[in-house]
Structures are given as C-alpha cells and as structure tokens.
C-alpha cells in the first residue's frame, strides 16, 4: 500500500505540467507534513478517548497500556510521514542527507518501541506497588529491582538492533566487549563490587526501602530511602542523608530493626534493705500486673524475679516484651510499667533504694574509746585546783607587799 501510495504521488509530480517540478515536490512536501500533523493529532485524541473510556473499568492494565502508547503513537505517525516526505524529497533533489532515510526510519521505530516498552514499565511498576490501586501490593524493593533490570535489558537489545541496523556487526562488538570488558574490569573494580552488592541486596533483601537499619560494624544508622545500582541512600536520625556503597553492605553485618517482632522492656529495680519482709509479695504483684498488661506479650519470656543482694539495695529483675514496635508507642508502654511497679512499691510501705554507705563501729572501740575520755577530765581537775590556791597565795602575798610598803611610807612622813 505504501508503494502504490508513493508511485501514485511520484506520477502525479510528473505528469501536472501546471507547475514547475520544484514547486510541485514542494507542495507534496508539504502536503505530507500537514497530513503526518493531522494523523498524529487525530491518532492522540483516539487513544486518550479510549484512555479515558478504559479508566471507567477495573482493569488497570489497558489504562497502563493506553497511557504508555498515547505518546510514542504519535511519534511513530510523525516518523512515518516526515519518513514520506523526505522520500519525496530525495527523488528529486540530489542532497545526500536524504541518503540515511531508511537506516533513520530504522532507527526511529526500534526508538519509538523502546520509549514505549519504558513507559510501560513504570507505569507496571507504579501499579503493583501503590496501596491504593492493588489490594496487596508488592515490595517496592523488589518490584524497582525488576523494573530497573528490565529497562536495563530493553536498552542494551535496542542498542544492539541499532547497529546492526547502521551495518555494525553485532559479532563483532560482543566479541570486542569481551576483550573490553576484562580490561574495564580491572579498571572499575569498585564500580562493579558497588553493582554486584546491589545486585545482592535485591536478591537476599537484608533490608528494603523504608526500614530503619544499622551496623554495629560502621557508624551506619538510620532509614533507607532509596537502594540504587551503585548507592544506597540512608537518612540518619538527624535528617542527613548518608550515601554508601553498596560493596560495602556485603562486608558488614546490618541489624534491621524494622523487622523485630516485639521490643523488650529489661530493667533492674533496687529496693531498701529495711523492706526485706514484703520482697516476695512485691514481686509476685509485679508479675500479676504485667501478665494482665494490655500492652504486655504474655507468650513472650516473662521474669520478675528476686535478683541480688546488691551493696545497698535488694535488685528484682523485670523482663517482658512489648506487642508494639513503635518507637514512640514503646516509650509509652514502658513509662506506664515503670510507674505501676512503682505504685506497688509504694502500697507496701517500701521505698526505691538508692546508694547509700553505713559506718559501723564496733562494741571495743566505744568502750575504749569513753574510759579515755574518763581519765582526760579527772587529769584537767587537779591542776584547776593548783592553779587556784597558786592564785590565793599570789594574791596574800601581793597584799603583805602592798602593806609594807605603805608602813613604810608612813614612816618616812
């Protein structure tokens, strides 16, 4: 058809003797280019009434496929005319850029193809992990590993047909891609270990998009926001993102503790050794209130036990697991036990210890200690009382001397 369509167009330039050859090319030239626009508007406004026809149902795939479609038909429509239109041209005009026509038209439909196949496959991928169009949706991990794959295959097929389309072989280029690909290797070592431990971080899935991880090994924590080919980005809790390799993640351990089934609420309680007679009863009550925690996993381990003698405190061990993994929520559980253990503590008349130090002396050195106290004082009283007649027979004496003196000067008047 498309034969007879350009032999027809071809005769009607060389037999319409109205015009200059020239002119006559031209107006076909433009006539196509006009028809390719009309066609490819009229080819748009059909595939998006029946896109919008298709939303109606509940089938999401013919609406993923309409919309993926839509754009790369009306590439194909402009390929096909302007391909026409340069075909008309090249007859009559010896330009040699009209030369690469078909390996161009080639070229264009092995393009608009991939567009398309790309188009589709994000958009699959938006549909199987969107909670709000499938009812189960899949891991988004897994399912951008896929997508990625596939795209990554989709381009290297469609650069492949591309040469061998422009007359490459494509012998050739894989068997110079193997000779390449050792030396490239060895010169890109770290990029392709970043590649592979991509490649294993999709394969075991340690950890998805969105889970709060960490490595005792390397100062790494905080919640993955996106796993790359080479990369894989982590948001610490200071809002920072952290970029690290994904070589790296085969090297190291990694705890996730986004997939922990309870979290564990272990505690050691100190009570005064004055309280030792209501320690039984106090732990049997701490028990009987976690056991009837609504927050509380029963089925977990439970222990509240009596623990040590500790220097300056009775220790009770409190272990149990939380039903939530809520950070937050955790926090709050384990605020209310923590205050409940100490409301029973209170309703016994005991107390929280705290660290304290007691000084003992002992029976000896208290009875040592008051007979030297006794023989200081009956030591001190002696010579108050010496030093008190010393002072009387001071005094009389100074008074004998003061009373001869004044005979004497009596005397002398």
Same mark, same amino acid.
């Given at each position: 058809?498309?034969?007879?369509?350009?032999?027809?167009?071809?005769?009607?330039?060389?037999?319409?003797?109205?015009?200059?050859?020239?002119? &006559?090319?031209?107006?076909?030239?433009?006539?196509?280019?006009?028809?390719?626009?009309?066609?490819?508007?009229?080819?748009?406004?059909?595939?998006?009434?029946?896109?919008?026809?298709?939303?109606?149902?509940?089938?999401?795939?013919?609406?993923?496929?309409?919309?993926?479609?839509?754009?790369?038909?009306?590439?194909?429509?402009?390929?096909?005319?302007?391909?026409? *239109?340069?075909?008309? *041209?090249?007859?009559?005009?010896? *330009? $040699?850029?009209?030369?690469?026509?078909?390996?161009?038209?080639?070229?264009?439909?092995?393009?608009?193809?991939?567009?398309?196949?790309? &188009?589709?496959?994000?958009?699959?991928?938006?549909?199987?992990?969107?909670?709000?169009?499938?009812?189960?949706?899949?891991?988004?991990?897994?399912?951008?590993?896929?997508?990625?794959?596939?795209?990554?295959?989709?381009?290297?097929?469609?650069?492949?047909?591309?040469?061998?389309?422009?007359?490459?072989?494509?012998?050739?280029?894989?068997?110079?891609?193997?000779?390449?690909?050792?030396?490239?290797?060895?010169?890109?070592?770290?990029?392709?270990?970043?590649?592979?431990?991509?490649?294993?971080?999709?394969?075991?899935?340690?950890?998805?998009?969105?889970?709060?991880?960490?490595?005792?090994?390397?100062?790494?924590?905080?919640?993955? $926001?996106?796993?790359?080919?080479?990369?894989?980005?982590?948001?610490?809790?200071?809002?920072?993102?952290?970029?690290?390799?994904?070589?790296?993640?085969?090297?190291?351990?990694?705890?996730?503790?986004?997939?922990?089934?309870?979290?564990?609420?272990?505690?050691?309680?100190?009570?005064?050794?004055?309280?030792?007679?209501?320690?039984?009863?106090?732990?049997? $009550?701490?028990?009987?209130?976690?056991?009837?925690?609504?927050?509380?996993?029963?089925?977990?381990?439970?222990?509240?036990?009596?623990?040590?003698?500790?220097?300056?405190?009775?220790?009770?061990?409190?272990?149990?697991?939380?039903?939530?993994?809520?950070?937050?929520?955790?926090? $709050?559980?384990?605020?209310?036990?923590?205050?409940?253990?100490?409301?029973?503590?209170?309703?016994?008349?005991?107390?929280?210890?705290?660290?304290?130090?007691?000084?003992?002396?002992?029976?000896?050195?208290?009875?040592?200690?008051?007979?030297?106290?006794?023989?200081?004082?009956?030591?001190?009283?002696?010579?108050?009382?010496?030093?008190?007649?010393?002072?009387?027979?001071?005094?009389?004496?100074?008074?004998?001397?003061?009373?001869?003196?004044?005979?004497?000067?009596?005397?002398?008047?």
């Amino acid at each position: 058809m498309i034969g007879e369509m350009q032999a027809t167009i071809n005769g009607w330039i060389q037999n319409w003797d109205l015009l200059s050859e020239n002119w &006559r090319v031209g107006i076909v030239v433009f006539a196509l280019v006009s028809g390719t626009a009309t066609a490819a508007y009229l080819a748009s406004f059909i595939v998006g009434a029946l896109e919008r026809r298709f939303a109606k149902t509940k089938n999401l795939w013919d609406d993923t496929f309409l919309h993926a479609a839509r754009k790369p038909v009306v590439a194909f429509v402009w390929i096909q005319g302007v391909y026409w *239109a340069a075909e008309v *041209a090249y007859r009559y005009s010896e *330009a $040699e850029i009209f030369a690469v026509n078909d390996k161009l038209l080639q070229i264009g439909f092995v393009w608009v193809l991939v567009w398309a196949l790309l &188009r589709l496959i994000k958009e699959g991928e938006g549909i199987l992990t969107s909670p709000v169009k499938m009812a189960a949706p899949m891991d988004y991990t897994t399912v951008n590993a896929v997508s990625k794959l596939s795209r990554a295959v989709v381009i290297i097929t469609a650069v492949l047909i591309a040469m061998q389309s422009l007359g490459y072989s494509i012998s050739g280029v894989l068997a110079f891609g193997g000779v390449g690909g050792i030396a490239v290797g060895f010169a890109a070592k770290d990029l392709l270990a970043n590649f592979f431990g991509g490649f294993i971080i999709h394969l075991d899935r340690p950890f998805k998009v969105g889970d709060w991880v960490r490595s005792p090994d390397r100062n790494i924590e905080g919640t993955v $926001e996106h796993i790359g080919w080479r990369l894989t980005t982590v948001r610490t809790f200071d809002k920072r993102p952290l970029y690290v390799p994904n070589a790296a993640f085969t090297t190291i351990a990694v705890e996730n503790p986004s997939r922990m089934s309870h979290r564990r609420i272990s505690e050691t309680i100190g009570i005064r050794y004055a309280d030792v007679r209501e320690i039984s009863t106090i732990v049997s $009550e701490i028990r009987t209130m976690l056991e009837n925690h609504e927050d509380i996993e029963s089925e977990q381990t439970l222990i509240v036990n009596f623990l040590a003698f500790n220097a300056s405190s009775l220790d009770i061990m409190v272990y149990c697991f939380t039903k939530t993994t809520q950070w937050v929520k955790f926090h $709050e559980v384990k605020q209310d036990v923590l205050l409940k253990i100490s409301e029973i503590i209170e309703s016994h008349g005991a107390e929280v210890a705290f660290p304290t130090r007691t000084l003992h002396v002992a029976d000896s050195l208290r009875l040592a200690s008051a007979d030297s106290q006794k023989s200081d004082k009956v030591g001190d009283d002696g010579p108050i009382e010496n030093d008190d007649e010393g002072s009387d027979k001071s005094h009389a004496s100074q008074r004998t001397r003061h009373g001869s003196s004044a005979e004497a000067t009596g005397g002398a008047d």
